[in-house]
């Protein structure tokens, strides 16, 4: 496939905003593109690649992923290898692509959690798959109870050692292994520059918990992850379950979380954004963005349009 796409000239100054990660030399895009859903094989290519290249074109640099994102597993990260062969290739430089390894990806008891036999198969597959040298920033995706949090850690420095990925970041552990994890990444001279965790306005369990304090005193960032509740904190659900929703597919998101309880919470947030001048995603995305220890919002966006519209939250 011929590639024919150039990218705006203006793309690094028509409205994104930047932020230093943590204490690191990295700045990331306030808002960041997530690839969990919309960009497997159940999807046309020529969407995602018209949402990448929108993205692209509005300073959104940070893309991020996982082995097991698709549908199929790895169908994402499969194409984010054709848009580099057909897009963005010339562009790899001015990209953050991240990947993760700890959730079931491949059968057998290899194919998940964190086991060093899981983490050093699982970056190169995801390298192959995205047809890429290295990776900017490799994460455990989940705690793993059972293996030794030395073994799964050390992994993760020698896969920096090896040069297959830039940074670290840890995703969904909880408080006090997240702090032995910073630690012991520091130690080694590969610290861990980011935790991704799911704050939001329904769901502020990493502050509860102590995370993202423990990030700003730690000096890593943080990025919220499912920052619209999957869909949940905008107007899609405010007048019942529309059959193009991710709720309708019954999947990631259960029609029992919507309880009447929460729809009056959600009417009520929408009209106090409207009075604002903003929509509720707009007032979402705003709330987490202005956290203090929060970097960027990684949004998943199944249409151009639903991308545009969630940058709005940064004017
Ligand atoms: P969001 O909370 O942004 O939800 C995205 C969904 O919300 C879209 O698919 C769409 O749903 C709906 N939506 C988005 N924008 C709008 C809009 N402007 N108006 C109306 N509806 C909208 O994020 P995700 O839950 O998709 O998660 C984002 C990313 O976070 C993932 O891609 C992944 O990178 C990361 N993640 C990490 C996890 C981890 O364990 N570390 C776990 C989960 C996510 P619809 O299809 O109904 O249109």
Known sequence: MMNDYLPVPDRY????????????????????????????????????????????????????????????????????GRLMRTDFAPYRDELFISTKAGYVMWPGPYGNWGSRKSLMASIDQSLQRMGLN??????????????????????????????????????????????????????????????????????????????????????LGFI???????????????????????MAREGSLHADMLTPELLAQLRAWHEEAQAEGRTLAEKALRWVLDHKAVTSVLVGARTVEQLARNLGALR
């Not at 159940?42 to 698709?70: K, M, Q, S, W």
């Not at 992850?225 to 019942?240: E, K, N, V």
Request: hydrophobic share 35%; aromatic share 10%; charged share 20%.
């Open 134 to 219: 290295y990776v900017d920033l490799f994460y455990t995706h989940r705690y793993d109870p059972e293996t030794p949090l030395e073994e799964t850690l050390q992994a993760m420095v020698d896969i920096v050692r090896q040069g297959k990925a830039l940074y670290l970041g840890i995703s969904r552990w909880p408080l006090e292994a997240t702090r032995f994890a910073i630690r012991y990444l520091a130690e080694r001279d590969t610290p861990a520059i980011i935790y991704q965790g799911r704050l939001n306005m329904i769901d502020r369990a990493p502050e509860d918990d102590g995370i993202t304090a423990l990030c700003a005193e730690s000096g």
């Open 224 to 246: 919220s992850f499912s920052p619209l509740a999957q869909g949940l904190l905008t107007d899609r659900y405010l007048q019942g379950i529309p059959a193009d929703s991710r």
């Open 13 to 80: 100054t028509n409205g994104m905003v930047y932020a230093r990660c943590g204490h690191s030399g990295v700045m990331l895009p306030k808002v960041s593109l997530g690839m969990w859903q919309n960009f497997g094989h159940d999807v046309p290519f020529e969407r995602c690649r018209e949402i990448c290249r929108y993205a692209f074109d509005h300073g959104i640099t940070h893309f991020d992923l996982a082995n097991n994102y698709g549908p199929p597993p790895g169908a994402a990260e499969e194409t984010v």
